[in-house]
């Protein structure tokens, strides 16, 4: 008989919308399965993939994440769990993760302190609930993560290892672009195993990307454990109240157009009439507008109208806004760092304008326009008009 | 003292400047940190908005504060000009360098302990920051000093009678809709600022208390150390092994250029001041737009 450690097991916490899962949370249970299938066969152990869920009436919804992936579901039921509240959510969530019983209704929870490895969306609401429940929880939490890998490494390190070189097994590396998208950085979370700041840190959380991983495919036969778990509320806890719900539309509908043209910090020499001219080629061919991330940081000054109508997040096509696939895509000004091309490269056919031939755009095309924005669009837009097709249906 | 004040405190930071310009990148498109300036960072700076208006609103107390070098003094000078501090906090030690987001939030948690004798009210926050981006170190910082957090909040208001905050915040979930949801809760709470917050200040009172402010807020920035503070981890009462590297869960293990991903297109180079090849283009895409709808 192994060992058993007092962290184990990958725990999911799962995002929804009244019951329906928020695509990200499928999204991780497909991660996670994948990695846990790896790490038993590995470690010849028999760690879970566990599901928790925070709703009113999610059983059903418990039975839905079985089919895809998860071991276990572990669910709090109640009518003050309808809605997120980040206060009661981090307990309820907290309380879940410390409990050695509900460990024990799926696995041998003898040993069971914390788990081992814990994912949360990184979205409006998971941002948050990662970082209060890892603060309740003292251990590390790495942010914006689209590559994970299990290992054992050996490390060397001023102060956790006080300069010593330890193996530390079942490391997750988590691994997360920069704001350039061109770097990307691997984050451990790791015990400090100098004795002069000896201490334990688990579990190894992270937020994770929507729109990154892929979901397993949804199987009726799959088995798993389902765990009702009653919260213990505090009465001051529920003084934060929910008093409204409205349901917003963005202004922006890349979904009903065939067409988006995007801009980026190619149009920054004069930005006012750039945008402008990317804006009349958008309205000659129905296009919606997009934008790379830089622009959405409102890097050089514009008229308040452009501001607030263009640079906003709401546009911002990548890993860090919308994943969107028009029949047509035109990068106009757009480099191509890796956190744009994630959001655009299933589009259908792809035109980028842009003055320099080795930027890395000139790969995820299907045309490449050299030269500058200010002569081309001027160009494409008489041929547009003149090419245009009439109105004529034919039948 | 009456039960009608209120205390507020904004936690900033001091970024890259990332406007065009001032932000200067390396051959392979990564940040030249040497060669970029820092300011306050933009979401600090909306934090610092949202402060304002409880100062003109609410005629609360300000207080910013900040965890970095002393050169992170003049994000605490931005911040005052924007938002006419009362108290400026500075949070330097040598041992906070290489915090993560948790062994920063224990520095920022007992620094607010240090503002007006612990009694904040509202704690705001920016968005998250330019640099590090992870969005982190304010819900941290709220759980630690056990305030409830209200995040993406675009808009708020106090009831100082019922000491009861009610705001609005913006959910945004992928694949589905956003969700505007208002919200109360008892003081104290921190909250964090979405970016698309704006103060509107309606009536005459408070836009003359607006400009009162506006120009306190410009002769105090300008004497800004008359107001500034600086704590190290003594005068914080801090347990050095919870801050800095030794408080720190997480590392950065390594860095590498992200690997390009294979391309699945072969593009066609184009001169774009060749009318019959653009010609030609505009065909190719009237083509694929294909049943398009022209009106």
Known sequence: MMMMSKYQHLYVVIEHEDGKPVPVSLEMLGEARRLMDGFNKRYSSDEKVVAVVLGDNVRKLCEELIFYGADAVIYADSPELRYRRNLIDTKVISQIARSADLAAKFSDGSEFVKPRYMFFAADSIGRHLSSTVLAELESGLASDINKLVIEDLEIKHEHKTKGQTMKYEKTLEMYRPDFSGFLWTTILCLDNRNPAIEREYHPQACSIIPGVFVPIERQVSRRGVIVDYVPKFDEHDLKVKILDRKIVKSVVDFDSHKAIVSFGKGVKDSPEQDIKLVAELAKEIEAEVGISLPISKKPFPVSQGIDSTYMIPDRVIGTSGRKVAPLLYIAVGISGAMQHIAGMKESGFVVAINQDENSPIRDECDIFIRGRMEDVIPLLLEELRKQRPTIEVKK | ?295
């Open chain 2, 1 to 295: 003292l009456t039960i009608n004040n209120l205390n507020v405190a904004v936690i900033v930071k001091l970024e890259p400047d990332f406007s065009e310009g001032n932000v200067s990148y390396n051959a392979d498109g990564t940040l030249n940190r040497a060669e970029t300036k820092s300011i306050l960072g933009p979401h600090s700076a909306i934090a610092s908005n949202a402060a304002f208006y409880a100062k003109v609103k609410y005629g609360a107390r300000v207080a910013v504060s900040t965890m970095g070098p002393p050169i992170a003094e003049t994000a605490l000078q931005q911040a005052q000009l924007l938002c006419d501090a009362d108290e400026l906090h500075l949070y330097s030690d040598r041992i906070f360098a290489g915090a993560d987001t948790l062994a920063t939030a224990e520095v920022l948690k007992a620094g607010i302990y240090k503002v007006e004798g612990g009694k904040v009210d509202i704690v705001f926050s920016g968005h998250r920051a330019s640099d590090g981006e992870t969005g982190q170190t304010g819900p941290q910082t709220a759980w630690k000093l056990g305030y409830t957090f209200l995040g993406n909040v675009i808009d708020y208001d106090v009831d100082l009678q019922s000491r009861l905050v009610r705001a609005k915040r913006l959910i945004s979930l992928q694949g589905f809709y956003d969700i505007i949801e208002e919200v109360e809760a008892p003081l104290p709470v921190f909250i964090s600022v979405d970016p698309s917050y704006k103060a509107l200040f309606s009536t005459v009172s408070q836009r003359l208390a607006f400009e009162k402010y506006q120009k306190e807020a410009k002769a105090r920035a300008e004497n800004y150390k008359q107001y500034l503070k600086v704590l190290n981890t003594q005068q914080l009462d801090i347990n050095p092994k919870l801050v800095g590297l030794p408080g720190s869960p997480t590392i950065v293990y390594k860095v590498e250029r992200i690997p390009k991903a294979k391309t699945s297109r072969k593009a066609e180079v184009v001169d774009g001041t060749d009318h019959e090849q653009l010609a030609r283009v505009t065909a190719m895409m009237y083509e694929v737009l294909g049943g398009m709808v022209i009106k």
